[in-house]
Each structure stands twice: as structure tokens, then as C-alpha cells.
């Protein structure tokens, strides 16, 4: 065995952690080179260790990683970018939290994938700077699922095989995209959709993130494709996801919150 091959040095993003022994960690990576790897963080838990701020969910870092016996061992961290803005807001959080989950859930260990680790350090960089971040999350939903052959069809009916027509249609999570009225009306598992949040899922499909960005989406289409893209996801990976649920929870409590501050301004 090659001393390259024993140690070596990758660039990944944290997916998540657990506590593992008396002072060490496992971590779930995905990374530049390799994909989704597991490593073995010893004593990263210890007050005095080095790493511990450089291994945090949906931080970018470079590791230096060494061939164990059943798993990678951290033996160097250095990190790239921390993100520190999305740890300041518990919204932000849970956006970041569910880019990294969707990755998780849909990627396998040690498959390479060059593209989706740059639409993934994109997507929470554009996060952490402040753009609206369910226009980023859609835009991410969107693109990983065409880089991973997930893409819905959205031109064409999957059932007819017809050009979808300028009206409301219906989405087959099982089918794998749009169905014109006639064929989608009592198909089972087939949820309607407007036109107007198809227009903008095939405009997040063939545009780069700046023009797609531009889009001006009401309150009530991006309900619509949150709606639309969870089903989707449920279908895909036959469960839901748990940072969804937390993100509306927040989500609802900010409201109740400006709400209440919006009474006492009154008052």
C-alpha cells in the first residue's frame, strides 16, 4: 500500500456528527475529490483540541485523512469557510441544515461527484451572504436532483407524452413529472400545479443562479413549490425529511414574533 493511498488530503463540506467513544467524533463529509466520506475525528471532544471548531455541520474544510482499519481518521483540519453569518440566524440554520440533509440522503460513499460539492459550498455561500433563501433553496432542490438523474420532466406530459399546454397541470412524484389535466385528474399520487410554479421550476432547470434569481415570486408560488418539491423528495427517497418540519417551526414563530412586536408598536 502507497503512502499516498494511506494519507491523504481532501476538501469537504461537514454533513453532521455524532459523539463516538469517550472524546472522539465520527463525521459524515462530502467531499471534493471522494464524495461522501466517513471519518474518525479522535479526541476532537477533549477542551483542548484544536479541531473541534473546524468540524461543524455545513462548515468547508480542508482534511488531512488517514486509511484506518474500518474507517478514514482525521489527522489534520483546517477550515476553508465556517459560514460563521447562517450560525446567527436559527432560519438560516435550518435552510443550511436541509441543503446538507438533502445531500446526505441522496448521495452514496466514495461517489465522486465534482458538480454537486460546488452547487452545494454555491448554495451555502449564498446562504451565509444573505440572498432569500428560499429562492436558494428551490434553485438547489432543482439543479442536485438534475445532477444526481432525478430531473422531473416538465415540458412534456409523462403519461401522454404531449407538450404541456399554458394551463394548470398535475405532478407525479412516481411518474417523475408534469401530467396534463386529462390523464392527471384522479391519478393516484398526483397533486395539481400551477402553471405559474411550473413556469418558474423550468426556469430554475435551464438557467444559470444570477437569472434565475431575478425571478419575483409571490408568497404563494413559493409556498406552492415548497409543497411540490417535499412531495417529490418524499417520493424519491420513500420518507420525509426532519429539517423541513423545523424550518416551518421557526418560520412560524418569527411570525407570531413580529406579529407581537407589531401589537406593542400600536399600543
Known amino acids: 500500500m502507497t503512502h499516498e493511498f494511506r494519507s491523504f488530503r481532501v476538501e469537504v463540506v461537514v454533513i453532521r456528527h455524532y459523539d463516538y467513544g469517550e472524546a ?14 466517513r471519518a474518525l475525528a479522535k479526541g476532537v471532544r477533549k477542551v483542548r483540541s484544536r479541531k473541534a471548531g473546524h468540524l461543524e455541520p455545513f462548515t468547508r ?3 488531512q485523512l488517514a486509511k484506518g482499519k474500518n474507517w478514514y481518521v482525521v489527522s489534520q483540519a483546517e477550515a476553508l469557510d465556517t459560514y460563521s453569518s447562517l450560525r446567527e440566524n436559527l432560519e438560516a440554520v435550518g435552510y443550511a441544515s436541509y441543503v446538507v440533509e438533502l445531500l446526505d ?10 458538480a454537486v460539492y460546488r452547487l452545494v459550498t454555491n448554495t451555502l455561500a449564498r446562504l451565509a451572504r444573505g440572498d ?3 429562492m436558494v433553496v428551490r434553485y438547489f432542490e432543482i439543479q442536485l436532483l ?5 430531473r422531473p420532466e416538465l415540458q412534456n406530459c409523462v403519461v401522454s407524452g404531449s407538450p404541456i399546454k399554458p394551463e394548470d397541470q398535475y405532478f407525479s412524484g412516481k411518474l417523475g413529472g408534469a401530467v396534463s389535466p386529462a390523464h392527471g385528474k384522479g391519478l393516484a399520487g398526483a397533486i395539481p400545479v400551477s402553471m405559474q410554479a411550473l413556469k418558474y421550476m423550468r426556469h430554475f432547470q435551464r438557467s444559470p443562479y444570477r437569472e434565475a434569481v431575478r425571478a419575483k415570486i409571490s408568497d404563494e408560488i413559493n409556498q406552492e413549490l415548497e409543497i411540490l418539491m417535499q412531495h417529490y ?6 420518507r420525509g425529511l426532519n429539517t423541513p418540519k423545523f424550518i416551518r417551526r421557526v418560520r412560524r414563530d418569527n411570525q ?12
Do not use: W
Open 24 to 37: 472522539d467524533r465520527m463525521l459524515t463529509v462530502y467531499s471534493q475529490q471522494r464524495g461522501k466520506l
Open 61 to 63: 474544510v480542508k482534511l
Open 105 to 114: 440522503k441522496f448521495t452514496y460513499e466514495e461517489e465522486e461527484n465534482g
Open 233 to 238: 423528495v418524499t417520493y424519491l427517497l420513500e
Open 132 to 134: 432569500e433563501p428560499q
Open 146 to 150: 438534475d445532477l444526481l438523474g432525478f
Open 256 to 267: 407570531i414574533s413580529a406579529a407581537l412586536s407589531l401589537e406593542d408598536s400600536h399600543d
